[in-house]
């Protein structure tokens, strides 16, 4: 049962454009989530969080979008750089701190 | 300075064969975890410590196991290694908290042959 999903395994977008990451979950006791980016042969590091107490967050060039009734959650980058480029996933947590459960990641490619 | 660190970077080894991988943060964090991720991608976690007890044990086969000797190290040990178990191993840390970042390690590549 894959409680968090990234339905969109890929998505390539032009620099300087918005790039649009979704995430869904179906737990509906998650009130965390958080928005990890890796590069190839790294580990993932952290983006951007948001409790379920809001439905923005924005750092930057980086917002997360939360609407509870829809499970859905999303990462909007603006304006969209080469150095995006990575694989992205979404993790929740349902408050027992310490365990968080990841999506399968999307992988952004921006073209310049 | 690495933040966290996981050795080995690359291990290729047979199948039945006893291997350990170590991890160590420098961040002072109360909480380390470690994660497997498969071939599809998948980031899963596997273990949690938290001051060195185990908080988090997810559905492993009892050939993993892990060991804290104290805070700043979480290590790996796997029993009887099977070709199913390769993957890539991250160890990270956080502090208690739903909404902490947590930090990861490079990452260990696991090949068994």
């Known amino acids: 049962d894959q409680q968090v999903k990234q339905n969109s395994p890929s998505l390539s977008v032009q620099e300087g454009r918005i790039s649009i990451l979704n995430c869904d979950y179906t737990n509906s006791m998650f009130d965390y989530f958080l928005w990890y980016k890796k590069y190839p042969a790294e580990g993932p590091t952290f983006l951007i969080s948001i409790s379920s107490i809001k439905d923005k967050n924005e750092d930057g060039r980086f917002t997360v979008f939360l609407n509870k009734s829809a499970k859905h959650l999303s990462l909007h980058i603006v304006p969209s750089q080469p150095g995006d480029s990575a694989v992205y996933f979404c993790a929740a947590s349902a408050g027992n701190a310490g365990k968080s459960t990841f999506g399968d990641g999307t992988t952004l490619t921006v073209k310049p | 300075d690495t933040a966290v660190s996981q050795t080995p970077k690359y291990l290729v080894t047979q199948m039945g064969n006893d291997k350990s991988i170590k991890c160590e943060q420098n961040?002072?964090?109360?909480?380390m975890y470690w994660y497997k991720q498969d071939s599809k991608k998948f980031l899963k976690i596997m273990f949690s410590y938290n001051n060195k007890e185990l908080i988090i044990n997810e559905t492993v086969p009892n050939r993993f196991s892990p060991k804290s000797p104290d805070k700043a190290h979480l290590n790996l040990h796997i029993n009887s290694l099977e070709l199913g178990d390769s993957a890539v191993y991250f160890c990270?840390?956080?502090?208690?908290?739903?909404?902490?970042?947590?930090?990861f390690g490079p990452g260990t590549r696991l090949t068994v042959l």
């Open positions: 961040l002072g964090h109360d909480t």
């Open positions: 990270a840390s956080s502090h208690l908290s739903p909404l902490a970042e947590q930090f």
